[in-house]
């Protein structure tokens, strides 16, 4: 299966097109175009090296597109820093979680948490009555949140401690602190164990309830078949097939990519 082209519509609430990126001469994603619709759960799979996670860092604004456009929600994102992106609801998690080895769970969360006045410096340093109010709405809010990915246990203990599959949940946490519409997930099952992909395959399935759009890179394939409605499979930095999950993992170009024959 071939991707038709596609019309990017100003109703999706993520238009990718025609979207490059260049690591000095090497171009590690290659004219990518595809949508997301609202609520939508879409999958990527591919091999390694095949350009995902730099599609991801195009999207979030880590990495500068050198080519094409990413309009979010009716906003051109192609200029925007990572922090504008995710003011806008679009955020990401990492391959490799980056918390704060120190601090605790709950500090994690806070850290990820949108902190309008502390751009000014003048409000940073007054203490003020309705700063200690937000401060404490900001601490329930990462209660509710390590609350719903069941992790009040570990609150209060540092990150460090955590395992691999809890440290992708306090991922999970961390960006869910910014009210997002849209989710990209960058391996979220990768070293994590199989009770922990069922939970955490649960959270992203109530959160997509709720109306919060993902976009999930996984190499596990049928924890993604479970989740994902719609799969795209990349390799050399373009889209080999887009479509039905189990239609594209049956694609002959696709099977041929992986070598040896997939799920
Ligand atoms: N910062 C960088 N500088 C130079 N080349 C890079 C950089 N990051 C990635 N690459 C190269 O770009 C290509 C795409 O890498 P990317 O990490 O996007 O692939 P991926 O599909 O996420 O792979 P994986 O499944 O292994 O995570 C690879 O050839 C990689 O070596
Ligand atoms: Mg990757």
Request: charge should be neutral; charged fraction near 20%; aromatic fraction near 4%.
């Amino acid at each position: 299966m071939t991707s038709p082209a596609h019309n990017v519509a100003a109703e999706h609430l993520l238009a990718v097109e025609q979207v490059s990126c260049v690591y000095g001469g090497f171009k590690a994603v290659d004219s990518v175009s595809f949508s997301l619709q609202p609520s939508e759960l879409l999958g990527i799979a591919g091999t390694n090296g095949a350009g995902k996670s730099t599609l991801f860092a195009a999207i979030a604004g880590q990495q500068r597109a050198s080519t094409g456009t990413i309009v979010f929600n009716g906003t051109d994102l192609t200029r925007l820093e990572p922090y504008q992106r995710a003011r806008l609801g679009l955020v990401r998690t990492f391959q490799i979680p980056r918390e704060f080895k120190s601090l605790t769970v709950h500090e994690n969360l806070l850290a990820g948490a949108p902190n309008k006045e502390g751009e000014q410096l003048f409000a940073a340093l007054v203490n003020t009555r309705a700063r200690q109010q937000r401060e404490r709405e900001l601490s329930e809010k990462a209660d509710e949140v390590l609350e719903f990915l069941n992790l009040s246990k570990v609150r209060n203990v540092p990150a460090l401690n955590l395992s691999g599959g809890q440290k992708k949940l306090v991922e999970l946490g961390r960006v869910l602190m910014l009210e997002p519409r849209c989710i990209l997930l960058d391996e979220p099952f990768a070293g994590v164990n199989p009770v922990l992909i069922d939970q955490l395959s649960e959270h992203i399935v109530t959160l997509n309830q709720r109306g919060i759009a993902f976009v999930l890179i996984e190499h596990h394939l049928q924890a993604l078949k479970k989740l994902a409605k719609r799969l795209i499979v990349m390799d050399r930095g373009s889209i080999l097939a887009q479509g039905d999950p189990q239609s594209v993992l049956d694609d002959p170009q696709v099977q041929l990519a992986y070598m040896g024959g997939v799920a």
